[in-house]
DNA sequence: TGACAAAATAGAAAGTGTTTTTATATTTAA
DNA sequence: TTAAATATAAAAACACTTTCTATTTTGTCA
């Protein structure tokens, strides 16, 4: 089964109407590791469809990120990234070139004796500095 | 020495001039543990000061963040929070009603091997959940 | 296949939070 | 007290995101 057939699968499964648009969007994101914002996405895709809108961009993100397929990740405060990897993980963000970059170390953080009437239900490590190019810089 | 007098050399020690309004946003965020927004800082001052503007806000963040006395926080991707305290600390964030409360606890992370061509300067883990009160609904 | 209903799209407008601009006012140092 | 430097309010500009609506596309079923 190639991507593509994946890709067909996914969207059915959960009960999505398939248009290129969104195909396009979910094939990017699978293939990028760049963390991309919103913007990012319809630059990628604004060749293969000129007429895309950034509503379809965002209401696509949206479903993605309601059914679980794309997480929203709020490192960036200038804008949202997204991030199609679901399994555990962590992030590096340069603070010169704003790049984020993934950290698959796993962290045996327990939850803090101070958050014991809390929920918790996920961390997040968020790791900040210099990128190896800006470092050399 | 009071609490005043406290600011008042903070600002001049910074060769920051005098105003009022930065004198009551400094006072504001010495005492709350809320995290708040730009827009919280101006509805708390707007009492005090009706003629109070926006810029004026961002304007005094921006010198405070510059300066190192405050710290923006990237945990809520909807709006900028800032943190006057510069201890190392952590966050947790409910998922429910966006709140931000501090994590008080020391957590030895090591840097990854992953990282090691990078310029690691900080981490920060953000925890997040349904806190006590939103937990109960 | 063709017709239909439901859902998605493009494009524009509106909404939010943030930054910039400008004329005026205040602060500070001389 | 005066003058220069800086901060202010108010409005406009800006960037990112969401909403609106007319039109098009999709999936379903005859
Ligand atoms: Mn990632
Ligand atoms: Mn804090
Ligand atoms: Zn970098
Ligand atoms: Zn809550």
Request: glycine share 2%; net charge neutral.
């Amino acid at each position: 089964m190639n991507e593509l057939q994946k890709r067909l699968e996914t969207y059915k499964r959960l009960g999505l109407k398939l248009t290129p648009q969104r195909l396009a969007i979910l094939e990017y994101l699978e293939n990028t590791r760049e963390h991309p914002s919103a913007e990012d996405i319809y630059n990628a895709l604004k060749d293969r469809f000129p007429s895309m809108s950034f509503a379809t961009v965002y209401n696509t993100l949206e479903v993605l990120i309601e059914k679980g397929l794309v997480k929203e990740l709020s490192i960036d405060s200038s804008k949202k990234r997204f991030d199609p990897f679901l399994h555990s993980h962590h992030h590096f963000i340069c603070k010169q070139c704003g790049k984020i970059f993934d950290v698959e170390r796993n962290f045996d953080i327990l939850i803090p004796e101070e958050l014991k009437e809390f929920e918790v239900s996920d961390f997040q490590v968020v790791f900040s500095g210099l990128c190896p190019t800006c470092k050399k810089k």
